[in-house]
């Protein structure tokens, strides 16, 4: 094989690699966007309590590795995340009964990207939950606040 044919050769693969990873859907795009910044907001928001691998602090603050419980309560997360909380919960079979302080400045963007990060670290696998989603879970969380 000459040196241009294996140029060639080489080329048409980098080219074909190049236009297959340039393809990925909207999707696939907003999700990464989602969880970097969910994790830059992770880091510095809720590590200290949850800790760097999700596992909480004993039996004082509740793990985030429990994937059926993120799973049940998704549609809460927002509001917990940006309202705090001092629900009693029961995870992995522990009641926690600890207050979640509130982050009421974080505006609705970067709590879908925390709840993105969370639900699709430590073991779990939720996909996106975008800004609409997190809008639409905080407007049902001031309703029933509210009653």
């Known amino acids: 094989m000459s040196k241009l044919n294996l140029v060639c050769l080489i080329f048409s693969i ?3 690699c190049s236009v297959f990873y340039a393809c990925q859907s909207e999707n696939d795009l907003n999700y990464a ?8 907001l992770y880091d510095t928001h809720c590590q200290n309590c949850h800790g ?3 596992k909480g602090l004993g039996k004082l603050i509740p793990p985030l590795t429990d994937t059926v419980f993120l799973k049940a309560h998704k549609q809460k997360l927002a509001c917990w995340i940006k309202y705090g909380t001092s629900d009693t919960m029961l995870v992995n ?10 982050n009421a ?3 609705d963007i970067d709590i879908a990207a925390l709840v993105t990060y969370v639900t699709n670290t430590f073991g779990n696998k939720q996909g996106l939950y975008d800004v609409n989603d997190a809008s639409a879970h905080l407007k049902k969380c001031i309703i029933s606040n509210k009653r």
């Open 93 to 102: 079979h522990i009641v926690y009964s600890s207050n979640m302080p509130a």
């Open 105 to 107: 400045n974080l505006p």
């Open 52 to 54: 760097g691998d999700g």
């Open 14 to 16: 980098v080219a074909c």
């Open 33 to 40: 966007r989602y969880y970097t910044n969910g994790k830059r």
